[in-house]
């Protein structure tokens, strides 16, 4: 119950075009719902962070879409760039869990 | 410049031997974690610590240890207990543990055993 699930493992996008990954939780006590981007060699950094008291979450490019019924939140790159190839995680958390769970990542590559 | 240096990026080692990877923070931050990243896996959390002299197991704590004598300082030994070790280690800290503030990574210890 503690898991999330992201999908898919790697994914191929041509300049320009939108890339989605998605990921799914089953504990409801979760709140918190970060991504986490990395490049090769380098530790992840923060992208953006939805809290389920809103549907979606926009930050130039980077939108992610939350699904509460579905317990599903996604990632939407929009007009993807080359220098966004880099591995996403998706993460979980509830207040109080004092830890962050982390999907499996995606290994996102965008061919010029 | 605040931020989280680990020490090596690359570290080779023979089995049968403890290795301490290094994990140093400016940024006055109470929580610090360590991770482990093998491929297809994600990050799993070794140890993590919300505050000098106390420390609280992960999900994948065997054949590890950890000290914080320092508010600063998180440094993690991977000994001879731990089956598999050959992986990329990453350090993290954050505000405080609870969950909902960022987490600053390190860039990371690349550890090799043969």
């Known amino acids: 119950q503690q898991q999330v699930k992201q999908s898919p493992q790697s994914l191929i996008v041509q300049k320009g075009g939108i890339s989605i990954i998605n990921c799914a939780y089953e504990?409801?006590?979760?709140?918190?719902f970060p991504w986490y981007q990395q490049f090769p060699g380098k530790g992840p950094a923060l992208l953006i962070a939805i809290r389920p008291d809103v549907s979606e979450k926009k930050e130039g490019r980077f939108t992610i879409s939350f699904n509460k019924s579905a317990k599903q939140f996604s990632l939407h790159i929009m007009d993807s760039q080359p220098g966004d190839s880099a591995t996403y995680f998706c993460a979980a958390s509830s207040r109080g869990a004092q830890k962050l769970v982390f999907g499996q990542g995606t290994r996102l590559t965008i061919n010029p | 410049d605040g931020g989280i240096t680990q020490s090596p990026k690359y570290l080779f080692r023979k089995e049968g031997q403890n290795v301490t990877l290094s994990c140093e923070q400016n940024?006055?931050?109470?929580?610090m974690y360590w991770y482990r990243q093998d491929p297809g896996q994600g990050l799993r959390l070794i140890y993590y610590?919300?505050?000098?002299?106390?420390?609280q197991k992960g999900d994948i704590a065997e054949g590890y240890s950890v000290s914080r004598e320092k508010k600063e300082s998180f440094p993690l030994t991977v000994t001879s207990a731990q089956k598999n070790p050959t992986a990329f280690y990453l350090c993290a800290s954050s505000i405080d543990v609870t969950g909902h503030y960022e987490q600053y990574f390190g860039p990371g210890t690349r550890l090799t055993v043969t």
């Open positions: 940024l006055n931050h109470d929580a």
């Open positions: 610590s919300q505050i000098v002299n106390d420390f």
């Open positions: 504990n409801t006590a979760f709140d918190y």
